[in-house]
């Protein structure tokens, strides 16, 4: 199936990403959104998300993208992109539950299907990689192809986390042909960091420690943390990652609060274990080697709980 069928007799269409929405979701909905305005010009088509990193912005269409989920409009097609269940919409649902037709695009895992349509494939390295399957090659120009070739960039780490397959390489050999500036994209939008980002990854870093014989490292910052050093949540990407690659450890816990006792989790793992049994069991989701979810409490006792299931786990595994 092409994503051409799927807005065939459509006049509008609308394009949804998940809450606090990273590489792989901004990418797959500003893809999907140039592809269809080439495909079909007359389609009237409207992204919404909510705000995302500066350094997406670069992005055709970025600045098209309505934050806006409070306007009475529907549609006769509803895309879900990167979405692994109805909640990670937040308040962007409504559209979904308004339009004619609805399309879910993903590769969680996790994900049960909950559109008309579902495409979930989770052995794709991200939802861009699925997109790039479902359109005809000829009809992808370079501002589509930057949107999905970021998108794969962010979800596989540069193409070094396990879900990186010969085909994610071979997906992101023909983006490259179509005139995307694979070092540009990596440096100004993976590695390039604020001097106030890497202030919160040294604080991140000075916090961790080290559970279960070293197989487990563990760090959480709270909202002090964060206005110390003049971030917000949009600036913490890449600390998870940074921990996971500590020697010996198997699984990565990164908390940061983000309400009165609420704290976002990230959870990762190398080889053994599959996070998104934990993400589940506080009702997230997510991938076996990347998940996340919300958790209420104090850091420490949330912390005790994720440290207990991994435990758990690990010796399931050993």
């Known amino acids: 199936m ?3 069928e799927w807005v065939e007799g459509a006049s509008s269409a609308a394009i949804l990403g998940h809450i606090h929405p990273d590489g792989d979701c901004v990418g797959s909905c500003l893809g999907l959104r140039s592809y269809l305005r080439t495909v079909k010009p007359a389609l009237r088509v409207q992204v919404y ?3 995302f990193a500066g350094e997406f912005h670069f992005l055709t269409g970025a600045d098209a993208v309505s934050p806006d989920f409070c306007e009475e409009k529907s549609y006769d097609v509803c895309f879900a992109l990167d979405c692994s269940d109805r ?3 937040g308040d962007a649902v409504r559209y979904l539950d308004a339009a004619k037709r609805t399309v879910c695009v993903d590769h969680h895992i996790t994900n049960e299907g909950f559109a008309d349509v579902n495409v979930i494939r989770p052995q794709a390295s991200s939802t861009s990689e699925v997109l790039a399957e479902l359109m005809e090659p000829e009809k992808v120009d370079q501002a589509t192809a930057e949107c999905l070739y970021l998108g794969i960039v962010h979800d596989t780490g540069v193409f070094k986390h396990s879900n990186t397959s010969e085909r994610t390489m071979q997906i992101a050999g023909a983006l490259l042909a179509k005139g995307v500036s694979s070092s540009q994209i990596i440096d100004d939008t993976f590695y390039r960091k604020t001097f106030a980002q890497n202030r919160i990854l040294g604080c991140a870093l000075l916090a961790a420690e080290l559970r279960l014989d070293g197989r487990l490292i563990a760090s959480c910052v709270t909202g002090d943390d964060l206005a110390r050093c003049g971030v917000t949540n949009r600036d913490l990407d890449g600390i998870i990652d940074q921990l996971r690659v500590t020697e010996g450890v198997e699984v990565a816990v990164f908390l940061y ?4 006792g609420e704290f976002k989790v990230s959870l990762r793992s190398n080889d053994l274990v599959d996070v998104s ?3 589940r069991s506080f ?3 997510g991938h076996v080697k990347a998940a996340g979810c919300t958790a209420s409490g104090a850091c420490a006792e949330i912390l005790e709980r ?3 299931l991994e435990a758990d786990e690990l010796r399931q595994e050993s």
């Open 2 to 4: 092409k994503i051409e």
């Open 49 to 51: 998300l909510e705000p």
């Open 87 to 89: 909640e990670r919409l």
């Open 257 to 260: 609060e983000a309400g009165a």
């Open 277 to 279: 049994r934990i993400a």
């Open 283 to 285: 009702g997230g989701g």
């Open 306 to 308: 994720i440290t207990a």
